[in-house]
């Protein structure tokens, strides 16, 4: 649970089981006027509270600077072993696996930039209207993105009991060789019902807005945010 007036600081990007974390320093002054600093940690996909995994009040100064020094001397390797502990923390108390919504968009943002490649760079050429295939690989993965998108709106819960209805009581194992079959049926449903354009409406509109895109791929991907 968040505690107000709490301070958030980004420390560092760390990779865990192929997974990058962005790691934040949180500090907060408790009554007796005691600044207590713990670190969280939130999964390249992550975008909400509940994807996060976190450590105990490991740093407890008279001051805020204080616990800010006492943090910048920690290395990369400990905020890696921190980072362990969470998890095994999380998975010992019933979060045995990431958030389903969470898994989805990272099999999304895979499949997206595996048919359209990573295009959201600012070294890279973008299609020219006479492209149609390129710009019907960029279609395809304009319409996952717009899944993707759609999918972090959706409250955690109430995404689960989508998937749990969408495939009739079957569970997803993301470990399985199944599991891209069962997701994309669940990825095909929600697609299904978004109002999104069709192929020449899209194109036209992004030959002529082209940047606009970029922006948007690039928010969406390399920032992991929504945009």
């Known amino acids: 649970m968040t505690i107000l007036n709490e301070r958030r600081r980004s420390v560092a990007f760390i990779e865990n089981d192929g997974q990058s974390w962005a790691c934040f320093l949180v500090t907060y002054v408790e009554a007796g006027g005691l600044w207590h600093g713990y670190f969280s940690f939130r999964p390249g996909h992550g975008d909400a509270e509940e994807d996060e995994v ?3 009040d490991i740093l407890i100064e008279d001051s805020e600077a204080e616990v800010h020094h ?3 001397g920690l290395g990369r390797p400990l905020l890696t072993g921190l980072l362990d502990s969470a998890l095994h923390t999380s998975r010992r108390n019933g979060n045995g696996s990431p958030p ?3 898994q989805f968009r990272t099999l ?3 499949n997206s930039q595996e048919i359209a490649g990573d295009w959201a760079g600012d070294d890279v050429c973008l299609p ?6 390129e710009l019907r690989s960029l279609y395809t993965s304009y319409r996952l993105d717009q899944v993707s998108h759609f999918i972090c709106l959706v409250e955690l819960g109430d995404f689960e009991h989508a998937v749990d209805e969408i495939l009739d009581g079957k569970s997803i194992d993301f470990r399985s060789k199944d599991r891209v079959q069962f997701a994309m049926m669940v990825v095909d449903h929600i697609e299904g019902l978004l109002p999104l354009p069709d192929f020449e409406t899209w194109a036209q509109d992004f030959v002529a807005h082209p940047e606009a895109y970029r922006l948007y791929t690039h928010t969406l991907h390399r920032e992991g945010r929504l945009p």
């Open 54 to 56: 976190r450590t105990a």
């Open 70 to 72: 006492k943090a910048r």
């Open 100 to 102: 389903l919504r969470g």
């Open 108 to 110: 999304l943002k895979e």
């Open 128 to 133: 020219k209207r006479e492209e149609l295939e």
